[in-house]
């Protein structure tokens, strides 16, 4: 469907695609049996300007918005969303600089972002706090000009690997829904250390690892914005990385119906291509129409949001609820129609499937965005004059 | 240092057939690609530039659509580009191809470096890159897999040859062919793909080299292509199987039945 896109808006298509194809095809299969970070792939994407779509032209990015880096991350995400994963939670760690960071942070880190020359991350995930952001146990204690941190994040994607990380500390705990901050941290910082990298199901290309503070000093200007605003600021980061998330499956979704249609085609049991018979073609026209429909949310939600609008929460969520649930199903059929060769490694459909479930459970679950689109829903009509009763 | 590359758009021979009674390349739906072996040329270019700093202006003789090409190599970083393109210039062989590639570089003035591939895929006769150096009267090395800048009028080259490698020090203006050695290609970016898809890229016809028309196109070339076959398909093959270590024990025993010497 043509989606009317700029001339600008094809290329970063075109470019990413080639990247996927030229680059990321012929290595994936081995990232991911090695679970090897994909650094050869994420020097091609800083090369290529592709890591700063989103980010401003004074702070070294093109400029572009949500739905520029989304049109990327599909593209990529259509051959490995392990490697586009770690792509993509770059752009993750650096929203809270973007969005709340004084012009010093954004000078000094954003244009390292933008230009890929170091990775970005995000910490929040701990032990005690997944769903619930409100659990986290991790302090920063002020100290003179300096603050002080102490804990533990969890499963913090492109953990050890990045330079920069946004890192999310409580200030003070009386303050409750206020007591949280954002800081910017940096590999090397004294007392900051790394855990083991976690063994995963899918995306094993990306790494996944603990961040550990102990006593860890940095400088209060590694606050982003003021002190007491962290959990707005990952909320707010969450609306503008979630069509992200979505396009990581749209992408995959485009990937395992390309190989499942190729494959119907020629695969001849019973002496016809099984794609003659009907209960594969229903297969696959399902796939293609939801696949279809998530990248149509995806793009409207992406481009909507790319005009600021104060209700972006329930879109957000929306878009990386179905998208996600689409690649889910969609890549679940693929190695279906695939059979036995689907389930094997030989064949790509079965990295798709273990792939896929992370879409329905990082930056926050399924269930978390039904919980969330839920309540705005609740709230929208609460407000509404109209009424059938 | 100006650089000129000089690349060819050729049919993507992934995908190329014969037309088995006609004897001609079938270029229905192939797509026309940069010759492979330019792009090193093209990626030799810019690694002197990223390590030395150099003006980089990339030149193609052919129709109007092999601005393609150029802009294909604008988007990877090239800084310019220029188009030989005139009716006259149709059915030239290596020679006038050489000449009127010869005549821009002229034109052009300044030129401190030629790169071409070593070959292009389509014809495969390495001879343009040679020929042009002979036509500009500059020194040349072919089958290059590394440059290094010696000083302003010098650089030192890395030729790869049949009996290993040989350095040269090779005085400039000069012209060198290069092969897949000097470093694998990199990717367009998105700032140089923006540029490249706007670039005013200037066409130079015969008028603008200065060139005659006896001396280009098909009156310029010394050699015409009278016949293009398929070679037959040879059945006297052999496939060895089994462990590296039994294929060669095969291989032995079917060189020493067919009598070559030195077995
Ligand atoms: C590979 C990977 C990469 C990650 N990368 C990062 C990263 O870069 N940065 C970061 O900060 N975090 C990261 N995370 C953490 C991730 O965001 C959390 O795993 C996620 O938010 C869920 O938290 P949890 O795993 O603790 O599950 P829990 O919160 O314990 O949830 C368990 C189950 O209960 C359900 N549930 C919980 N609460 C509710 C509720 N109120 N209503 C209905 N259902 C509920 C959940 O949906 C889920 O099904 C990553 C996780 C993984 C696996």
Redesign the interface.
């Known amino acids: 469907m043509d989606y009317f896109l700029t001339e600008e808006q094809k290329m970063i298509q075109e470019l990413a695609y080639q990247i996927a194809k030229e680059k990321i095809r012929p290595v994936k299969g081995e990232l991911d049996e090695g679970e090897e970070f994909p650094w050869e792939i994420m020097k091609v994407l800083a090369q290529s300007d592709l890591f700063g779509l989103y980010i401003p032209e004074e702070f070294g990015g093109m400029g572009g918005g949500i739905f520029e880096n989304c049109l990327a991350i599909e593209q990529l995400a259509r051959e490995c969303i392990g490697i586009a994963t770690s792509f993509a939670a770059s752009g993750l760690g650096a929203y809270p600089i973007l969005l709340h960071g004084s012009t010093e942070l954004k000078q000094e880190y954003l244009p390292q972002i933008a230009s890929g020359e170091r990775l970005a991350a995000f910490g929040l995930t701990e032990s005690g706090a997944g769903s619930d952001v409100s659990g986290i146990q991790t302090t920063a204690v002020k100290d003179g000009n300096h603050y002080v941190l102490n804990g533990t994040k969890q499963w913090i994607t492109n953990g050890g690997e990045s330079e920069i990380y946004s890192v999310l500390a409580i200030t003070d705990r009386t303050k409750g829904p206020r007591g949280a901050t954002f800081f910017v941290l940096e590999k090397g910082d004294p007392g900051f250390s790394f855990g083991k990298k976690e063994k995963k199901l899918g995306i094993r290309a990306s790494a996944t690892r603990e961040l550990v503070f102990q006593d860890c000093r940095i400088h209060k200007d590694r606050i982003i914005g003021r002190e007491g605003t962290g959990f707005i600021a990952a909320m707010k980061t969450f609306d503008k990385s979630r069509p992200g998330i979505a396009a990581l499956g749209v992408g995959l979704s485009q990937g395992a119906l390309d190989i499942s249609a190729e494959y119907a085609r020629k695969r001849v049991q019973f002496g016809k291509p099984i794609i003659s018979f009907q209960a594969i073609q229903h297969k696959l026209a399902d796939m293609a129409t939801k696949t279809e429909a998530s990248r149509a949310l995806v793009y409207s939600t992406a481009r909507y949001m790319d005009t600021e609008p104060s209700d972006s929460s329930k879109v957000a969520a929306m878009c990386k609820l179905f998208a996600g649930d689409v690649a889910m199903q969609v890549s679940t059929e693929a190695v279906q129609i695939l059979g036995g060769y689907g389930y094997m490694q030989d064949y790509p459909v079965e990295k798709m499937m273990r792939d896929a479930k992370i879409l329905q459970i990082y930056e926050g679950t399924n269930e978390i965005q039904r919980n969330i689109i839920g309540q705005e829903v609740n709230k929208e009509y609460g407000r509404k004059k109209d009424t059938f009763f | 240092m100006h650089i000129a590359v000089c690349i060819k758009q050729v049919p993507d021979t992934k995908n190329v057939r014969i037309d088995p009674d006609t004897h001609t390349l079938v270029r229905q739906g192939v797509e026309s690609i940069v010759n492979p072996f330019d792009l090193f040329a093209v990626e030799a270019a810019l690694r002197l530039k990223d390590a030395k700093g150099a003006k980089i202006t990339v030149i193609t003789m052919g129709p109007p659509q092999a601005g393609e090409a150029l802009r294909d190599v604008m988007s990877r970083g090239v800084d310019e580009a220029v188009l030989l393109s005139d009716r006259a210039f149709a059915g030239s062989d290596t020679w006038a191809t050489s000449t009127t590639l010869a005549a821009a570089i002229r034109k052009m003035g300044d030129v401190d470096l030629i790169l071409c591939g070593k070959q292009a895929i389509d014809g495969d006769t390495a001879q343009v890159g040679p020929e042009m150096a002979t036509l500009l009267d500059i020194p040349y090395a072919t089958f290059v897999k590394a440059i290094d800048i010696l000083d302003t009028n010098h650089l030192k080259v890395a030729r790869q040859t049949d009996e290993g490698a040989e350095v040269w020090k090779i005085p400039t203006p000069c012209l060198l062919t290069v092969i897949k050695e000097v470093g694998e290609p ?6 140089h ?2 540029r490249a ?1 706007k670039a005013q890229i200037p066409t130079w016809g015969i008028a603008d080299l200065g060139l005659e028309p006896e001396s280009v196109g098909l009156s310029g070339s010394f050699t015409q292509v009278v016949r293009v076959f398929s070679p037959p398909v040879r059945d006297d093959r052999v496939i060895l199987e089994g462990s590296v270590s039994e294929q060669v024990e095969q291989l032995y025993k079917l060189l020493k039945e067919a009598k070559v010497p030195g077995i």
């Open positions: 990199r990717l367009p970016s998105l700032r793909k923006m898809k």
